[in-house]
């Protein structure tokens, strides 16, 4: 026995038929892929990347263009601030290792408000530690060296002698996060430059 | 299932542009003209259509784990700020949120400010802005326009200082006089994105930093100020 659906329900399967022969799902779906890729390409051209740390620069600015706008949502997926107000770098260390920050006397992140380095784990989660330390910063008591440039120990074990400058890692992989409040001017027009994160033996 | 893509991202990118040029293999013998007159349509439609919905995309999935879910509390109402949690910032390796919580607003590692967030409707009316005298703490309230992710005004130390004041946030149709005594904040979009951000110092000033970020708050303009 057979339905009548009317004349619509024929034309509509013919042109259903058609679709799902002729290849155009398939052009759209392949088109669609292509967009996300070159969408990310794109985006990725925005992204400053110096001494291994990832930032960007305009984030959050009315009339910063549209590019940046979705760049810098790719890179920090959630309302972060105009970098008047802070500026955020990221890097992410191979980690199993013994590993420095020099930063050269001086050149400490220029700021109006506070700086801190906060660890992260493989996963952004807080690393667990013996001593309860998941950031150093202008307010976790940094000692200088002699000549007055200061270092920070990233590693699982207590640095002998340093273990004020130390900010301890998980085993494996790690993320850092630089963050500075208020930065000065050195840091808006570019000028600083965050020292890299160095392997140590 | 997010982080098994980012991590397999090149592989998983690679195995997907293989399966493509297999279905165009495929169409080669039958007529490729369809799938690439489709292809060559939507590659830069779509690709415009993800750069410019991208941050609202972004701010969306925020706005909505905001109002539907909450960040520990239940869900946070509209025209209401919130702040995280203070046993959870204190301890954010063993303490969990309630079941039901977004994890959104602590995703992440920040140990440098209390967040208090919440939703604005300027549809209805105009909402009044309170921060309290921060006597010198570092602090910022950060006005975001979720329609494309800028951020068109702030209230803050760097901004307005840090005396305890009132601020008119009006939406883009607002007629209504700014009451004495309050500056205005003009929003391009009656949907706004607050985010609030109090400096905590260390274990020892958690509880007086969560006390000033509670006392940031909002409030319809009362009547007789706003006559």
Redesign the interface.
Known sequence: MEINYGPYAQDMTNILAWLS???????????????????QV??RTKVTKINGWRTMYGF?????G??L??A???LF???I??P???MYWTTSVAGAGNYIMHFPSGGLPPN???W?L???DA????V?NPIDR??V?D?SGLVQNPDGSTDIYLQRSAPAGHESNWLPTPSGRFIL?L?V??PGAAILNGLYQVPPVVKVN | MN?LILKYAYPL?FA??ML?AW??YQ?LS???M??????????????F????F??RL??GV?KKAALVKGFGDGPIQINTLYTQPQALFAD??HVTLPPGSSP?MS??????TLYTVGCLDLSKGSQVLHVPDMAGR?Y?V?F?DPS?????A?V???TTGTKAGDYLISGPGSKGTVPQGMKQISSPNNSV?V?GRV?V??DSDLPNAYDLARQIQLAPPSPSRSS
């Open positions: 022969s002729s290849g155009v799902v398939q052009g759209i779906i392949i088109g669609a892929v292509l967009a996300f890729i070159t969408f794109l985006a959050g600015v009315p009339g910063n549209i590019l706008r979705a810098s949502y790719r997926p959630g309302p601030n105009v008047e107000e802070a109006d408000a506070f801190s906060t660890m992260s996963k952004n989660d807080f667990e998941y950031f910063g307010r996060w963050r409040y208020i | 982080k990118t997907l542009l493509l279905v165009v169409h039958t007529g490729i369809p799938l690439a007159v489709a292809a060559v349509i939507v590659w830069p439609t779509a690709t259509l993800f750069i410019y991208w941050p972004i701010l925020y954010p390796l959104l995703y992440g590692t920040n140990l440098d570092y910022a950060q975001t494309d992710g800028t951020n068109f702030y803050g130390k760097r994105l985010i400096f110092s260390d």
